[in-house]
């Protein structure tokens, strides 16, 4: 079992940057691969972000040159640098946990462990 809790959500404006962080206890020598998620009322949760054990990414196009997912696995956190916000980046954001398997995953079925979410509000 794999516990995850994030942090750092919060309100900005649009242009803004906030980082967030999931701190993982639990089970966290075994080998996983981590990733945010995102979601807002009545839509399915998007994958936002994803890095593997050996530090390779992937990121969802809507992010792709703002956001940066990294990892300290000496103090077992995710991190999620989110740079030029905008609105429509308001969502809530949870951070995911799967066991590794070779190749990285944005599908939230995929994912065995979830945080409880961190909101993030961007205002125009």
């Known amino acids: 079992q794999v516990q995850l809790a994030e942090s750092g959500g919060g309100s900005v404006q649009s242009g803004g940057s906030l980082r967030l962080s999931c701190a993982a206890s639990g089970h966290t020598n075994s080998n996983y691969c981590m990733a945010w998620f995102r979601q807002v009322p009545g839509k399915e949760r998007e994958g936002v972000a994803a890095?593997?054990?050996?530090?390779?990414?992937s990121y969802a196009d809507s992010v792709k040159g703002r956001f940066t997912i990294s990892q300290d696995i000496t103090k077992n956190t995710l991190y999620l640098q989110m740079n030029s916000l905008k609105p429509d980046d308001t969502a809530m954001y949870y951070c995911a946990a799967r066991w590794w398997d070779g190749r990285l995953s944005l599908r939230a079925d995929e994912h065995n462990y979830w945080g409880q979410g961190t909101q993030v509000t961007v205002s125009s």
């Open positions: 890095i593997g054990s050996d530090a390779v990414t």
